[in-house]
């Protein structure tokens, strides 16, 4: 994370990052502008500028977050972790190790603002009608009104109202996994009921089509066979399976959520690294990254 010294001196980085992050949930439409005089629970955000290396190259990243510990609605939401056990998270090794399958992970960027928009979550039963508006962090109105639609933008006058749950909201990592979780079992995965965020993929041997289906042969025997398998730990992803199988995966992935930052072989995914013979037989994980 950048100090202040570091934000000074880098100026002109940082008030390009804060925009792009601004556009980032302005695409997504994760806001709109909204009287004040007729918000109902206003809350401030701040900024998280951070050093990231990308492609070898160190650049800042910024991130708005909203300070959701000021939501008035917080009591009423559910606490919710979509994460991954541990057993979980070593069981995809040793499955990738055993049907030789080559180990990969997963990030969707901007997860949370990719989950379900407060208006969708309200037609869901039991789901709370969320009503909830934030203020641009102090200096970063004159950013805002670079955006299309936020010249006029009147900060004492109006506050941004969010349409769907951004970073520092308790509700965002549930809402996000709803939307996953349902792209995953449109696919053919299915959740372990003893872990329910480790899933896996089915499909009988020799054939494509699940029993049952019309192109399925009356008396065909179905086997079903293990093709995938793959954990999450919120927006991050783990997993092995048979090419076919993980295409289709990624490619249904990069279609809702847009491109994913994909590793493959040797990786970090949270907080472990995991390093792959070239046959994918062996699997070797360790924090040795940490001693430094």
Request: aromatic share 8%.
């Amino acid at each position: 994370i950048l100090n202040s010294d570091e934000a000074q001196k880098n100026e002109k980085a940082c008030t390009q990052a804060m925009y792009d992050e601004i556009m980032r949930w302005h695409t997504l439409g994760a806001f709109k502008r909204m009287p004040r005089k007729i918000a109902t629970n206003v809350i401030d955000a701040r900024w998280v500028l951070k050093w990231k290396l990308v492609e070898g190259k160190r650049i800042i990243q910024a991130r708005l977050v909203v300070r959701g510990f000021k939501d008035l609605q917080a009591a009423q939401l559910s606490t919710f972790a979509g994460t991954t056990s541990r057993w979980g998270q070593r069981i995809v090794n040793s499955v990738a190790a055993q049907g030789g399958w080559q180990l990969f992970t997963a990030d969707v960027s901007q997860a949370f603002l990719r989950g379900l928009t407060f208006k969708e979550a309200a037609q869901i039963k039991a789901e709370v009608h969320r009503s909830i508006q934030f203020t641009m962090p102090p200096g970063s109105v004159p950013i805002l009104q670079r955006v299309p639609g936020y010249g006029d933008f009147n900060a004492i006058s109006e506050v941004l109202e969010m349409l769907r749950c951004g970073f520092g909201l308790k509700d965002a990592p549930r809402l996000w996994n709803k939307v996953l979780r349902a792209l995953l079992m449109d696919l053919g995965m299915r959740p372990l009921q003893s872990d329910e965020q480790l899933f896996v993929w089915h499909e009988p041997t020799g054939s494509s089509n699940a029993p049952g289906s019309k192109e399925a042969s009356d008396n065909e025997v179905f086997a079903p066979t293990l093709r995938m398998i793959l954990s999450t730990h919120v927006d991050d992803m783990k997993g092995a399976g048979q090419p076919e199988y993980k295409k289709r995966l990624l490619h249904a992935l990069e279609k809702k959520f847009g491109q994913l930052k994909l590793k493959e072989a040797n990786f970090e995914c949270v907080g472990v690294m995991h390093e792959s013979s070239a046959d994918g037989s062996n699997v070797w994980t360790h924090q040795q990254h940490y001693v430094g």
